[in-house]
């Protein structure tokens, strides 16, 4: 077979047999042609309406914040100069606080609402902008991704694609972003924007939600759900069924509901009823929602969770066994992980270096002389998510005293900051120590540092004093005519023979008794 009729038959194999399944168009075409602005726009309100509306959208997105950021990535100032440092960081936790334009968000709080928006949405935007008295204090102000358009007058411009202006390389040089509900636009210049998405093609100016995977089924669930909850209602409200030839209201008074639905009157409890022959009474079960529904309804939610990147099994099933549920978080951090890399790429030391260069133009800092990177910071994002909090700690501390992990990798890991753990403890130590020479205590009694005790010193002994021979009795003098008894134990006195070395030797009886004893 040649190389050329071989890769025909991986192409036809490949291409779809319309006999067998559904037709569908496929052009491979930019970003910009496959997701038009309406079909953006479409996605986009239907991803927010079953945020709002949907326990388990709402409920997956807000997990992944949670375990992502958790209640903010932490900026840590990381130069050779402490001084620098800490002023760096005393001014930003102060500026945190009033960052927002319209005053409602502290720094925090923003990392969380643009975090769930680009999750929910795929793309939040953030304007650097400047106010107070001189105008020069930094702020910020999110933007929602439906307020970035072209504005109409715009509409025939080729450079300007769904809001977003761009130059021949299609590099984006400006925004459009519409103010209220009028037709009026701000073009704000690129760098003074920060998008942050989560980025599916290499082209694409605008994002697309990630729900759109599975927007349609998150609505078919929904329906399922709705639909089965109205039927269990209806048959909740009917107790018994009268079957049979005769007319209603047996039972009393009869009442139709607007669907038509002919009932008699509810009776109170404890009637006996005498049923008419030919009649008789059924009472009405419901087993809705089955198993099969229960288990089908499970799929639904293995596409929610596949859509937005994490393992069905973290946000729906907590019975698994310890490798299975040790396995789930290994895959739901890697996403986590993920998320936040991009906050704090994207957006948390964007804005650090931004806002720091403001504060230096101001006058509210100076770097030292010198210093060419004063910029530089690490991020911690919050402690990992385990089932095995005392064998995670175990093991991090003998990979501690091996040198296989550092004190920082061990901090990062459980969102700490290691030179703070130092600081820290080196703070309590001095303080420890001044309170227990102020008190006149032993420090042993206050505090267990685990330092192991000091040996008691030994006193060597003294040299034993020289042996004397020891004093000698003399024995007493026996008088004369003594006599003089040695006692010694009874032998008892056995039967013995001696064996002569002669082969012709013959024992007599008496000797063969004596033989057959001593063998036993």
Not at 122 to 140: C, H, M, Y
Not at 336 to 345: H, R, S
Request: aromatic share 8%.
């Amino acid at each position: 077979m040649s190389l050329g009729s071989w890769i025909g038959r991986i192409v036809r194999a490949g291409a779809q047999d319309f006999s067998q399944r559904q037709y569908i168009y496929v052009q491979p075409q930019d970003t910009r042609t496959d997701v038009t602005t309406q079909s953006r726009k479409q996605v986009l309100g239907l991803a927010r309406y079953w945020f709002y509306n949907s326990p388990v959208v709402r409920g997956a997105i807000d997990c992944m914040v949670r375990n992502a950021i958790g209640p903010g990535i932490k900026c840590q100032a990381r130069t050779a100069d402490e001084g620098w440092n800490r002023a760096t960081e005393e001014w930003f936790d102060t500026w945190m606080g009033s960052c927002d334009v319209r005053g409602l968000l502290d720094f925090n709080t923003m990392q969380q609402v643009a975090t769930r928006t680009m999750l929910r949405d795929n793309e939040v935007f953030l304007i650097l902008t400047s106010a107070g008295e001189n105008g020069d204090w930094p702020q910020l102000q999110i933007i929602e991704s439906h307020r970035c358009e072209t504005p109409t007058y715009l509409a025939n411009e080729s450079r300007v694609v769904d809001g977003v202006r761009i130059n021949a390389q299609g590099r984006p040089l400006s925004y459009y972003i519409r103010l209220g509900d009028s037709d009026k636009y701000s073009e704000v210049q690129a760098a003074d924007v920060i998008v942050l998405a989560e980025r599916d093609r290499a082209d694409e100016l605008r994002s697309i939600s990630r729900l759109v995977t599975c927007l349609n089924l998150i609505q078919d669930r929904e329906e399922i759900v709705s639909n089965t909850m109205v039927g269990i209602k209806r048959s909740s409200t009917i107790g018994l069924a009268l079957e049979g030839e005769g007319a209603a209201g047996f039972f009393g008074p009869t009442t139709t509901t607007d669907e038509g639905i002919t009932t008699d009157k509810v009776f109170g409890s404890g009637a006996i009823w005498n049923v008419p022959n030919g009649r008789k009474i059924n009472i009405i079960k419901d087993d809705r929602p089955g198993p099969n529904v229960t288990e089908f309804m499970k799929e639904f939610l293995r596409a929610v969770a596949a859509g937005l990147g994490l393992p069905y099994a973290y946000l729906w099933e907590a019975d698994l066994s310890g490798p299975s549920q040790r396995f789930v978080l290994a895959q739901a951090q890697r996403r986590f992980d993920e998320i936040a890399q991009a906050v704090t790429t994207q957006l948390v030391s964007r804005v650090r270096l931004w806002a720091l260069a403001k504060a230096i133009k101001r006058g509210d800092l100076t770097p030292p002389r010198g210093m060419d990177r004063w910029w530089t910071a690490v991020y911690h994002t919050p402690q990992r998510t385990t089932i095995d909090a005392g064998r995670d700690s175990a093991a991090d501390r003998e990979d501690f005293k091996l040198g296989i992990r550092t004190l920082a990798d061990i901090a990062a890991e459980r969102g700490s900051d290691w030179q703070e753990i130092v600081d820290q403890r080196v703070a309590e130590q001095v303080y420890i120590k001044a309170k227990a020479q102020e008190a006149g205590v032993d420090l042993a009694e206050i505090q267990n540092t685990g330092a192991k005790p000091a040996a008691p010193a030994v006193t060597p002994p003294s040299e034993p004093p020289a042996e004397e021979p020891a004093a000698q009795t003399p024995a007493p003098e026996l008088a004369a005519n003594t006599v003089t008894v040695a006692m010694t134990a009874p032998v008892q006195v056995t039967e013995a023979f001696t064996m002569k070395d002669d082969p012709d030797l013959e024992l007599s009886d008496k000797e063969l008794d004596m033989v057959v004893k001593a063998i036993g």
